[in-house]
């Protein structure tokens, strides 16, 4: 069985940080890509920043020279960095991991960003 949990997020400051993590129980967690996502109450969730089993990242434009998105292979976590954090940031963010060809979610985490 599958399962993400989540911490971290809260409500912050323009122009201030926070960090996201999520760890997973189940997979073989080392060898299966991983990502983060968002989503604003009535529209799609989009991606923010995904990591491949070897550690290469990609970055929504977005959040580009903000975020950083990283694995702990031993303790099966991933993290999201968020620096410079904007308004339009605000969002529920969501971990996800694939694992045989089925996407994993975790709870959702709420981050609020006030101007």
């Known amino acids: 069985q599958v399962r993400l949990v989540q911490s971290g997020g809260g409500l912050v400051q323009a122009g201030g940080s926070l960090r996201l993590s999520c760890v997973v129980s189940?997979?073989?967690?080392?060898?299966?890509?991983l990502a983060w996502y968002r989503q604003v109450p009535g529209t799609q969730r989009e991606l923010v920043a995904e990591?491949?089993?070897?550690?290469?990242?990609n970055y929504a434009d977005f959040v580009k020279g903000r975020f950083t998105i990283s694995r702990d292979n031993v303790y099966n976590r991933v993290y999201l960095q968020m620096n410079g954090l904007k308004p339009d940031d605000t969002a529920v963010y969501y971990c996800k991991i694939t694992w045989k060809s089925n996407d994993y979610w975790g709870q959702g985490t709420q981050v609020t960003v006030s101007s």
């Open positions: 189940g997979p073989n967690f080392r060898i299966h890509p």
């Open positions: 990591i491949t089993a070897a550690g290469y990242t």
